[in-house]
């Protein structure tokens, strides 16, 4: 892009008012913008003639007719930025006075920060500017500033200085601040690639607690299996350099087990993993290292077609090495490896259609994972249920369903024995789905049905509920005509969508509801209906980008006069910790997309959002965790002085809760503490009596903390 063009769009966003959180400037053209733009047009073609001093001394003579515009601090702003954008592409073009050329840019996009701190084009083009310059004390410093003040960038920012220090060879320096970044979000890809760079460029192992193993698995649970590939692909490799052959072993087993888990395991991959540690020059016989051994193994594995193929394979059935996951009590060992890969066998030859040979790859996991892996033992039940069921030649009289069924009895009982809450629901779930896709509704086939459909929606048996468990069960009671009962699971299934956000899926259930029961329902069910029907038109009010309050057609308090009120009207049908959370997640959503320029709408809404939750557990799905760092965000950006504030942090991430049917369940995270303590005006916290029509910085003389103490939000003070 021309440089002339660049500085007509930053211009732009200056003169018509967008620097963000600045309420007084008002989006309208004014002879600022025209002395700008002038100006711009000079600079432009004087830079091109590599005219610097020329440029820089124009800007400086025109700055004084910004005494005359009706905007003064505005107009010196537009040329401030023109100046420092000057000196940045100056730098650019002369090497060597690159180094003096951004210093002065960086003066100057400092002075725009300062009349309009949250002015992005400015505050990107700054950092970016600080983040090249020689390492030292000084230069730190403003960054760490710059983290406090903007905590939208502030992982961003830990990241520059990390790669500062790992520029300057500095590794431990580095490894400090790409920590710091990780513990301000530990979802963030940059600050998760940046510790993995460490290891596996300069191996120097940067890690939170434990060891790289650890980090390899919480790059797994945060999606971003690639990186946890290339850990333990390193890992390996040095571990095999140093001839520690047992350790090197159990970074082999990881290794595929993270590769299979994603279906990334493939021969060619393999063949270049042995390539790289034996070049030909090097083989050694079989017998004389156990990891060639194990390597070419796992080819051979990849690539058997039958069952019986399997049968030279000795190390990948093994239980030995053992690989314990932190924090729990599971492992992995080369069997598990096995199973993945005899289970991605199964699916493929499946889709394919050759059932049989589908039927003896699944045969194998479910006869030897009853004792090793019951949780897969309950996803592969499932998948050969439905293959039964699909193909009626395999299984004609039902005789394998009804016998695996029993061993799925069997296993939920001795579950119970063992007081496994998370196994018996497995358990409940798997018998409940194979119930429903037999589609028998007579006698015993209902019975079951209802029975394990009921028992896994049991909160006892655990906090997260599939939405669609309770669509089946209202599935079955509606085949056996059983109105209430349908009406109430259905019903229960709409707000099982709402809290996993699934708006759209709720609605279309609830249409389906009146449509086929509109003339049975009882009058307390039309009652909950209504109340639910009008949690759903609010949660697509609040996302709805053309509703009156972003359209500026209604006053905030007034729309929360509104909203109170509908609160209280769903109160009087639904829980109120439902209706809270329902509340939470739309005024968070419709904050999200109120204009920065409405800064002090803005945070009445998520402040707002905010009083509504005081408990994690209250918190249903991913989104809600974002949604409360986001907010966390917004109001730090309004209190003058951030530094108080504790950051958000996140422990324990994603857990797959359970498996539904033959796909994977909802993915939800587990959190078990936000660590959360958040600093904001007492205005801002007390909407309904205190606040006010705007703020200024003495109302921040008094604060409430919002803290977090045995699972819940309160006012500290």
């Given amino acids: 892009m021309k440089t002339k063009n660049l500085f007509l769009i930053v211009f732009l966003t200056i003169s018509l008012g967008y620097c963000y959180g600045q309420d007084t400037v008002k989006p309208s053209i004014t002879s600022s913008e025209l002395l700008v733009k002038d100006v711009n047009l000079t600079v432009d073609d004087l830079l091109n003639n590599g005219e610097v001093k020329k440029a820089a001394a124009h800007i400086k003579d025109k700055k004084t007719y910004c005494q005359e515009v009706a905007d003064v601090k505005l107009c010196e702003a537009g040329l401030n930025f023109t100046t420092g954008y000057l000196y940045q592409q100056a730098s650019l073009k002369d090497n060597q006075n690159s180094r003096a050329y951004q210093k002065r840019a960086i003066v100057y996009y400092e002075k725009v920060l300062t009349s309009y701190p949250n002015n992005k084009a400015a505050l990107s083009n700054f950092i970016q500017l600080i983040a090249v310059q020689d390492i030292d004390p000084s230069i730190i410093k403003k960054l760490e500033l710059m983290a406090k003040k903007y905590p939208a960038e502030r992982i961003n920012i830990y990241v520059q200085i990390g790669d500062m220090y790992k520029d300057d060879n500095n590794l431990q320096k580095a490894c400090d601040y790409y920590k710091k970044a990780y513990k301000e979000d530990p979802f963030s890809e940059k600050a998760c690639?940046?510790?993995?760079?460490?290891?596996?460029?300069?191996?120097?192992?940067?890690?939170?607690?434990?060891?790289?193993?650890?980090?390899?698995?919480?790059?797994?649970?945060?999606?971003?299996?690639?990186?946890?590939?290339?850990?333990?692909?390193?890992?390996?490799?040095?571990?095999?350099?140093?001839?520690?052959?047992?350790?090197?072993?159990?970074?082999?087993?990881?290794?595929?087990?993270?590769?299979?888990?994603?279906?990334?395991?493939?021969?060619?991959?393999?063949?270049?993993?042995?390539?790289?540690?034996?070049?030909?020059?090097?083989?050694?016989?079989?017998?004389?290292?156990?990891?060639?051994?194990?390597?070419?193994?796992?080819?051979?594995?990849?690539?058997?077609?039958?069952?019986?193929?399997?049968?030279?394979?000795?190390?990948?059935?093994?239980?030995?090495?053992?690989?314990?996951?932190?924090?729990?009590?599971?492992?992995?060992?080369?069997?598990?490896?096995?199973y993945k890969i005899m289970h991605a066998k199964g699916v493929k030859e499946n889709f394919k259609g050759n059932v049989e040979n589908a039927e003896k790859f699944w045969e194998v996991i479910l006869k030897e994972t009853r004792n090793d892996d019951k949780a897969l033992f309950t996803v592969v039940a499932s998948d050969m249920a439905q293959l039964y069921n699909n193909n009626q030649r395999l299984d004609p009289s039902d005789k394998k369903l009804n016998e695996l069924i029993i061993r799925l009895f069997d296993m939920k009982g001795a579950a119970y024995g063992e007081n496994d809450l998370r196994m018996i629901r497995k358990y409940h779930i798997t018998l409940g789905s194979i119930f429903y896709s037999k589609k028998k509704w007579d006698g015993a086939g209902f019975a079951n049905a209802r029975f394990q459909l009921s028992n896994a929606i049991d909160n006892r048996l655990g906090p997260i509920v599939n939405p669609k468990l309770r669509?089946?069960?209202?599935?079955?009671?509606?085949?056996?005509?059983?109105?209430?009962?349908?009406?109430?699971?259905?019903?229960?299934?709409?707000?099982?969508?709402?809290?996993?956000?699934?708006?759209?899926?709720?609605?279309?259930?609830?249409?389906?509801?009146?449509?086929?029961?509109?003339?049975?329902?009882?009058?307390?069910?039309?009652?909950?209906?209504?109340?639910?029907?009008?949690?759903?038109?609010?949660?697509?009010?609040?996302?709805?980008?053309?509703?009156?309050?972003?359209?500026?057609?209604?006053?905030?308090?007034?729309?929360?006069?509104?909203?109170?009120?509908?609160?209280?009207?769903?109160?009087?049908?639904?829980?109120?910790?439902?209706?809270?959370?329902?509340?939470?997640?739309?005024?968070?959503?419709?904050?999200?997309?109120?204009?920065?320029?409405?800064?002090?709408?803005?945070?009445?809404?998520?402040?707002?959002?905010?009083?509504?939750?005081?408990?994690?557990?209250?918190?249903?799905?991913?989104?809600?965790?974002?949604?409360i760092k986001k907010i966390k965000i917004s109001l730090e950006e309004s209190v003058e002085q951030p530094k108080r504030l504790e950051k958000t942090q996140m422990n324990k991430k994603a857990n797959l809760s359970y498996n539904s049917g033959s796909k994977s369940g909802f993915k939800t995270y587990n959190v078990t503490a936000l660590n959360k303590e958040i600093i904001v005006p007492n205005q801002l916290f007390k909407l309904n009596d205190v606040l006010t029509n705007h703020y200024t910085s003495d109302s921040l003389k008094n604060k409430a903390t919002i803290e977090l103490k045995g699972g819940k939000f309160r006012v500290k003070n």
Wanted: glycine content about 2%; hydrophobic content about 35%; charged content about 30%.
């Fill in 193 to 338: 690639g940046a510790m993995v760079a460490l290891y596996t460029k300069y191996e120097f192992s940067c890690v939170m607690r434990k060891d790289i193993r650890q980090l390899a698995l919480d790059c797994q649970e945060i999606d971003l299996p690639n990186y946890s590939e290339e850990l333990l692909r390193k890992e390996l490799i040095l571990y095999f350099n140093n001839k520690e052959y047992k350790k090197a072993l159990e970074s082999l087993v990881f290794w595929s087990y993270i590769m299979s888990n994603n279906n990334w395991l493939s021969s060619s991959k393999v063949l270049r993993l042995k390539t790289k540690l034996f070049p030909k020059k090097q083989i050694r016989s079989r017998a004389e290292n156990p990891i060639y051994n194990a390597l070419d193994e796992l080819q051979d594995l990849i690539e058997v077609v039958q069952v019986e193929d399997t049968n030279s394979i000795k190390f990948w059935k093994g239980y030995s090495p053992k690989i314990y996951s932190y924090g729990e009590s599971s492992k992995i060992e080369p069997k598990s490896v096995f």
């Fill in 471 to 627: 669509r089946m069960l209202g599935d079955v009671y509606h085949e056996l005509n059983q109105d209430k009962n349908a009406i109430n699971s259905y019903k229960e299934s709409v707000q099982d969508y709402l809290s996993f956000d699934l708006i759209k899926d709720a609605d279309m259930l609830m249409n389906d509801i009146k449509k086929k029961y509109n003339i049975s329902m009882n009058s307390n069910q039309k009652k909950d209906l209504e109340g639910i029907q009008m949690i759903i038109d609010w949660r697509k009010e609040f996302k709805n980008p053309k509703n009156k309050l972003l359209k500026n057609e209604v006053t905030v308090m007034d729309y929360l006069a509104k909203i109170s009120k509908a609160e209280k009207d769903a109160n009087k049908v639904l829980s109120k910790e439902f209706v809270k959370l329902q509340f939470f997640k739309g005024l968070s959503d419709l904050g999200a997309l109120v204009s920065e320029n409405r800064k002090i709408d803005k945070q009445i809404i998520l402040a707002n959002a905010l009083e509504k939750i005081d408990r994690i557990y209250q918190l249903s799905s991913p989104t809600d965790f974002n949604r």
